[in-house]
């Protein structure tokens, strides 16, 4: 195990108490009430037969099913629990963007809260981030899902993740993955994005691994997920796609289309200015007139889009500071709050 993984920041001397968690077990939890005891005692058990201090930290997601009152008793029981309960359904994305906000880990490892991921795997996550990697991503070798609907839709999701973001993983839907704690403090997630966090993060020059992992088959509850999730996934890869090459200048993208509609518009209206003028013929009734005109305009509403767009990306970037998330109450881990 490389001591420099849990070996404090310069600049952290602020919170002495905070480093004193080395590992935080990040879990979102939507109606997963039959799951919980067994999930917090195999984390448990798993984390205390290591050397390295622990927390684990449950997102109730909105869940209507009793997980938050469970989290909450259980909470104030335990030492390693800390519960934070968010007021409404948000998504599993910003389950864990709260999850990693309250995390005071130096190494923060994420999983689902349904037994489908074994918290046996995560020392063997946490020694692999030790051989200088930022993001250690699990890999469902042998995933226990349906092979028509889960299977298949994400092994071709993964191959076009791949391509699109340069980060070739077999397994980018795994929640079981761990990073350092500095690559997720500033991470801006929304929508699905959490499983493009390692694509994010390489963006930012993270180093990434993936390791093979256990999966079992869902034991209680029912998948959250259907063909919805699928089509969200799609849409955030897009943004994701373009943003990495557009986000900055996108002018340049509907600019240059713009100008090239102009520039072939203005060519077909000389010519037909030609004809008239030189040849005196009638030109009123040519389809190329009307498609002179389309050019033209279809051109300057490109243009101007390209310049609405370029506002747009400026007001993003100012944006970035609205919370995804509201939270109710904050139990455990030494703090009892609510907002
Ligand atoms: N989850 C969540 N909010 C949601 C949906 C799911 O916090 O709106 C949690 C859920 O409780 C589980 C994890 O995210 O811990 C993964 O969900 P699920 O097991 O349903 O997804 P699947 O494994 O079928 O992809
Ligand atoms: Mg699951």
Redesign the pocket.
């Known amino acids: 195990m490389d001591a420099s993984l849990f070996a404090s920041v310069p600049g952290d001397s602020t919170q002495p108490n905070d480093r004193a968690i080395e590992i935080s077990v990040v879990?979102?939890?939507?109606?997963?009430v039959e799951s919980l005891p067994h999930l917090i005692e195999a984390i448990a058990s798993v984390m205390q037969a290591n050397p390295h201090t622990y927390e684990i930290i449950c997102?109730d997601?909105?869940s209507q099913d009793g997980s938050a009152q469970w989290l909450k008793q259980t909470a104030r029981e335990r030492q390693d629990l800390k519960v934070i309960i968010l007021r409404r359904?948000?998504?599993?994305t910003p389950?864990m963007a709260a999850g990693f906000n309250y995390a005071r880990g130096r190494v923060i490892v994420t999983m689902?809260?349904?037994l489908?991921n074994d918290p046996a795997d995560i020392p063997l996550l946490v020694n692999k981030l030790a051989e200088d990697y930022d993001l250690v991503s699990g890999w469902r070798k042998h995933r226990q899902?349906d092979r028509l609907t889960?299977l298949l839709p994400s092994k071709i999701a993964n191959w076009i993740i791949g391509r699109v973001t340069g980060v070739r993983l077999h397994d980018y839907?795994c929640?079981l993955k761990a990073y350092r704690c500095e690559l997720v403090a500033d991470m801006k997630l929304y929508g699905e994005l959490h499983r493009f966090l390692p694509a994010l993060a390489f963006i930012e020059g993270a180093r990434i691994a993936e390791l093979p992992v256990r999966h079992h088959a869902?034991k209680f509850g029912?998948?959250?997920?259907g063909l919805g999730r699928t089509l969200r996934v799609v849409m955030d890869l897009l943004t994701i796609a373009f943003m990495k090459k557009f986000l900055t200048r996108p002018m340049h993208v509907f600019g240059v289309f713009g100008i090239i509609s102009i520039a072939l518009g203005t060519a077909i209206g000389l010519h037909l200015t030609f004809i008239k003028l030189v040849f005196n013929q009638s030109i009123g009734d040519r389809p190329l007139l009307l498609l002179a005109l389309l050019l033209l305009l279809a051109g300057v509403q490109l243009f101007c889009f390209g310049l609405l767009a370029e506002l747009l990306m400026r007001t993003y970037h100012e944006s970035q500071n609205r919370p995804i998330y509201r939270v109710r109450e904050v139990i455990g881990g030494c703090a009892s709050e609510s907002e």
């Open positions: 879990v979102p939890i939507y109606n997963e997102v997601d909105g359904n948000y998504g599993q389950a689902d809260g349904d489908q899902d889960r839907g929640s869902r029912y998948s959250k997920y």
